[in-house]
């Protein structure tokens, strides 16, 4: 496969090539990669929805090549966590991906991302990884760690120029923020906003598991959320928290957590400052476990 090939914008609609294989995959972006094309990677676990595409455009419009990986990481599920029943659907993923430009989907089987005697690990240490979703009573750190290995092991196997990731897993993104710079990781990361279903609900793989009555309750996460950055910005902090909390318990919603941290290190902060702080909640609504924050900028 040559460049031209990789690129040709008639192959945008619908030719997406599918790897499974590491080094072929390898071999198809290296002629890419030395006539000085650009690599846009966008890492997901399928399941597509529209903020996946919301990514996969921002990809396309800015790479010459885009690749899209599909793969549902066992390592950053928990022990009691969904991965068996984690919503697959290969077939609609490559057909969504080919409409969006995609060029490329790696989708590579789990024996051959964690062979037998697979021993490494990459962690990021301390509060990024030890709060929120982190914490040890909630998913924990092995999740954060599941995510940073695997998205290393993909950063290396693509070699992007630039990756894609969401806000709305936002511990994520600063979680693979700090990796990249610490690491020294030459990847540039975009982050893109959270795509929402109309009534503002943050659009998620999980969301199918939402019976009616569940997707019902499930609006309140972002009007909790909208509710706290109006009433931080009028009042204080503390009342833009009870403002959220109050939407919650309306909904009869009990949230995992709802706390405001700093954006980028995610320590605790009292007071909206100069800084952008994150508001964050997480909660079991139904049978799914749904996550949802909003960013307060100075
Ligand atoms: P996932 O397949 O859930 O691992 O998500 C793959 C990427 O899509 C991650 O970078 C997510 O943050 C991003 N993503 C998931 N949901 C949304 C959404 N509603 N809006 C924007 N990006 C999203």
Redesign the pocket.
Known sequence: MNLAELVDPTHAQGDVKLFRVKDELRAALAPARRDGATIGL??????L????L??LRAARAESDVVVMSLFVNPAQFGPGEDLDRYPRDEERDLRLAAEAGVDIVYAPPVEAVYPDGFATHVEVDGELTGVLDGDPSRRGSGHFRGVTTVVTKLFNTVQPDVA??????AQ??AVIRRMVRDLDIPVRVEV?????EADGL????RNAYLDPRARGQAGALSRALRAAEETARAEDLDAGLRAARAELDAADVEPEYLEARDAENLTEVAELGDRPTLIAVAAHVGGARLIDNVVIRP
Do not use: I, N, W
């Open positions: 966008v890492p997901t676990m399928g399941c929805h529209e903020g996946h919301s990514l894609y990731f969401g806000q709305k897993d994520q993104v893109l906003p959270t795509v929402r943050a659009m998620s793989s």
